[in-house]
């Protein structure tokens, strides 16, 4: 069974940093694009960023040249680093994968569940 396990939230201030991480686990064949996703209280989710298996990248002009994500395909594992962060940043953030199982299984998608971030002095 595939699982994607996100880590590295917390309570920041603004202006502070964090670095989320999404691992893959399970049996599958092949990960291609990964992304970040973030829903903050009321709001519908947004995109926050995501990388090809090529590798390529596309931000939310809301958090271009703040954030950064990056994967290490040998870990099966996404990366986000945000820094100067700011309040509006608050929200779940969840990773997102397009996973194919077997050689012969389609593309699917997946989601972890979700890790907290609040940026608040």
């Known amino acids: 069974q595939v699982q994607l396990v996100e880590s590295g939230g917390g309570l920041v201030q603004p202006g502070g940093s964090l670095r989320l991480s999404c691992a893959a686990s399970g049996s599958f064949f092949r990960i291609y694009a990964m992304g970040w996703y973030r829903q903050a209280p009321g709001k519908q989710r947004e995109l926050v960023g995501r990388?090809?298996?090529?590798?390529?990248?596309d931000y939310a002009d809301s958090v271009k040249g703040r954030f950064t994500i990056s994967r290490d395909n040998a870990k099966n594992t996404l990366y986000l680093q945000m820094n100067s962060l700011k309040p509006e940043d608050t929200a779940v953030y969840y990773c997102?994968?397009?996973?194919?199982?077997?050689?012969?299984?389609?593309?699917?998608?997946?989601w972890g569940q979700g890790t907290q971030v609040i940026v608040s002095s």
């Open positions: 990388i090809s298996n090529q590798p390529g990248t």
């Open positions: 997102n994968a397009l996973i194919q199982e077997t050689i012969t299984s389609p593309v699917r998608d997946y």
